[in-house]
């Protein structure tokens, strides 16, 4: 068998990329286990969750890594899968893979801001106007849409207060459209606020939660489902706050 501390410390960096980046932990399970039985352990000890994955080897000693942060990016889950494949049809060895796996944690995680702060707004007018807008609203809501999404994006990026910075872009969402309202320049403050909100919406960390519950992760499913349903609830309280005193 090859080095097994190497093993275990590409096996953990490869499930931690994964998870920061938004993997459901069926898919973290069946990459790591990959690499594990392609070096030569033939029934791995790995233990996943949303903070945290274990593995141990015989003879060697066990391992833990933390994760600290968690963010989508399916492009980075996609370039791991890639590697544990390349490297189950011999095509890369253990070390190259390590030191992939190294290289693909350090790089730039992000699009540059200005395209998200995009793609953002592009998402909030077009859903305003699928779920049955104006197309009046339709320049307010981008806008909205793209300025919610930069708050939401600075204060995360500069504070690190998740549930916070959701909260106070969905006031900030509000309290616009609102005033959009108000002056004559958009017609309907609820399907802004609708469309604005699009963005912000944990959606893939609830589906992730229905995923891992149904492939029998309850743990890290039930972690995914609290997380997602406090960032909607600081949504909703943004939102609700507005409209209550505005």
Not at 31 to 40: F, H, W
Not at 88 to 114: G, R, S
Not at 126 to 155: Q, V
């Amino acid at each position: 068998m090859k080095d097994a501390d190497l093993i275990i410390e590409t096996t953990l960096l490869a499930g931690k990329i994964m998870i920061e980046n938004g993997a459901d932990m069926a898919r973290v399970d069946d990459t790591l286990k990959r690499i594990a039985r392609n070096s030569g352990i033939t029934d791995p000890a790995i233990f996943e969750t949303t903070t945290g994955i274990m593995m141990s080897v015989k003879g060697a000693h066990a391992q833990v890594v933390s994760i600290q942060r968690r963010r989508i990016d399916l492009e980075r889950i996609a370039r791991v899968n890639d590697i544990s494949r390349a490297y189950q049809e011999k095509k890369k060895t253990l070390l190259e893979v390590n030191q992939y796996l190294k290289n693909l944690e350090q790089t730039a995680p992000d699009f540059k801001v200005y395209w998200l702060v995009l793609a953002a707004g592009i998402v909030g007018c077009t859903l305003e106007i699928m779920y049955g807008g104006s197309w009046r609203d339709f320049l307010p809501t981008f806008c909205l849409s793209a300025l919610g999404y930069y708050i939401f994006y600075l204060i995360n990026t500069r504070f690190r207060v998740k549930f916070a910075s959701e909260f106070i872009a969905a006031l900030v969402i509000g309290f616009l459209a609102i005033f959009c309202v108000r002056s004559g320049i958009a017609k309907s403050y609820g399907m802004i606020i609708i469309g604005s909100v699009m963005p912000l919406v944990p959606g893939v960390p609830l589906t992730n939660a229905v995923r891992d519950l149904l492939a029998g992760h309850i743990l890290s499913g039930l972690a995914r489902a609290t997380e997602g349903l406090l960032s909607a609830v600081a949504i909703g309280m943004g939102i609700a706050f507005v409209l209550r005193f505005f």
